[in-house]
């Protein structure tokens, strides 16, 4: 029998998301598809994602070759015309789910962009750069693909189109989740740095680790309007420069000591 085409393919990745990955998957219900990456979870997360009917799971390790790769692992396998990528602690309500639906029916583009909002600690963050986090998230098969350095994005050569509608992010449930993920993350760029001969010298490590971090919180803070969600704002920018110390420091140290430094991981991740 002759195998039922498909016109829309979600693809998720996850490792150890159990908290999140439910929420995630039943709002992408619309899809014709879900496939799911997982990089080695050891929670409930595979077991949770397992009864939804139209999920179909590739288990394959986060260590080799980076989250990134598994996003396009995802992509490369999906059977539908059109990929929509999608991280664990996403959600897509229904006016996204109309709007995408409609989009790809009368699609003037190959790839789009999606507005993403992000939720911290009770309240959604309107500045401090992250609001609108335009993002490619939708596009034609074969016309983007995610590059595999960390916090990098999808890019298309040709002209994107934008979406109205707003992805729901709800990234830090936490401080301590948001400090094991600035460890994770602060540590996967400074490994690039080194993988690519990059490492700073002592003059510029200096600088990353003193006058860089001011620099930031005072883009955030000024430049980026966190001051105008108050405390929460406050609070983002001082993290925001935390990361910048937090990753100049990593690069000092496997200057120092040739070692690489503990990534951190995610929960429930030996």
Known sequence: ??????????????????????????????????????????????EIASRNSIVRIINHSSSEGGIHFNKNLGAKEAKGEWILSIDADEVVNSKLAGEILNTIERAEFHAYYLKRKTFFLGKWIRHCGWWP????????????????EVHLT?????????????????????????IRKATHFSGCEAVEFKQKKELPNNLKLCYEITLLPALTFIKKLLFQSAWRDGIHGIVIAGSAAFAVWLRGVKKWEMKITGNVPNLGGRKGSL
């Open 1 to 46: 029998m002759k195998e039922e085409s498909k016109k829309l393919s979600a693809v998720v990745i996850s490792e150890n998301e159990e908290d999140v990955i439910e929420a995630c998957l039943n709002s992408l219900c619309f899809c014709d598809e879900i496939i799911l990456v997982d990089g080695g979870s050891k929670d409930r997360t595979i």
């Open 154 to 178: 999808p890019s298309a050569k040709e002209p994107c189109g934008l979406l109205e509608e707003s992805l729901e992010h709800y990234s830090y449930r936490s401080v301590n989740d948001w």
């Open 133 to 148: 986090g335009k993002v490619i998230r939708l596009w034609k098969k074969g016309h983007a693909e995610w590059p595999l």
